[in-house]
């Protein structure tokens, strides 16, 4: 079955250091690949998609994430991380079986220490 | 262009009672789908209309269940409310296989008591 796993559950960086967060993917054929942002009581808004093409994909606010098929992994980056970016992190593969459904990640939720 | 609406942003609702949210998408869109959002659960599908049917549907009991008008609004129904009802109902919504992504709305809050 299709699953993401987010193997951190809390992470806590230093204002301007970079992020790393980790994403891994079970999925049978070429999977298409997401990552969104949370904000405590809002929806999700997306980051950045990787469908083909180039494994390095950019997305809004300074995010990239890079896709490794030998490691069925999609892992966000970003060089410098900014308080504002505090917030919880969600890996999604999709879309799944007939139609639009998307299978989360449990998310990652960073704290930004000033 | 106006993003994903959902109303209302916030419910309190007592147990045995039922309840309708409503997901209005991005004009153009067709497809709507559903999200329950639980810290214990985390994101789980409910449903997805696209054109007035329902093309998927996830692992919840009958008392979840939507619709989707002309107009590609959703509703989704949830009849008999328990406690564990209480979550995040996201909606989100895209054009027909998503390729170019899903955007959320912000969710409705849903509190059973």
């Known amino acids: 079955a299709q699953s993401v796993t987010q193997p951190d559950i809390h992470i806590t960086v230093s204002e301007g250091a970079s992020l790393e967060l980790r994403c891994n993917y079970s999925y049978g054929a070429t999977p298409y690949l997401f990552w969104y942002v949370q904000s405590p009581g809002q929806g999700l808004q997306l980051l950045l998609k990787y ?33 504002s970016d505090a ?16 299978v989360f990640g449990a998310g990652t939720i960073l704290r930004v220490k000033s | 262009k106006a993003g994903v609406t959902q109303t209302p942003r916030y419910l309190i609702k007592t147990r045995g009672q039922q309840v309708t949210l409503s ?16 810290p214990g659960q985390g994101l789980q599908f409910l449903f997805e209309y696209f054109s007035e049917t329902q093309r998927n549907k996830g692992n919840f009991p009958g008392r979840f269940s939507g619709r989707q008008f002309s107009n590609s609004r959703s509703e989704m129904n949830v009849s008999t409310l328990e406690l564990g009802d209480s979550a995040l109902y996201l909606c989100a919504s895209s054009l027909d296989r998503g390729f170019d992504g899903y955007t959320f709305g912000s969710g409705t809050r849903l509190t059973v008591v």
């Open chain 1, 87 to 102: 917030a919880e992190y969600f890996c999604a593969v999709g879309p799944i079986e007939y139609g639009n459904k998307l």
């Open chain 2, 23 to 38: 997901c209005s998408p991005i004009s153009g869109h067709r497809s709507v789908s559903w999200y329950q959002q639980t």
């Open chain 1, 51 to 83: 469908f083909s093409g180039d494994t390095l994909v950019q997305g809004i606010k300074g995010f990239e994430a890079e896709f490794k098929r030998s490691q069925s992994s999609f892992n966000l980056r970003k060089p410098s991380v900014h308080w």
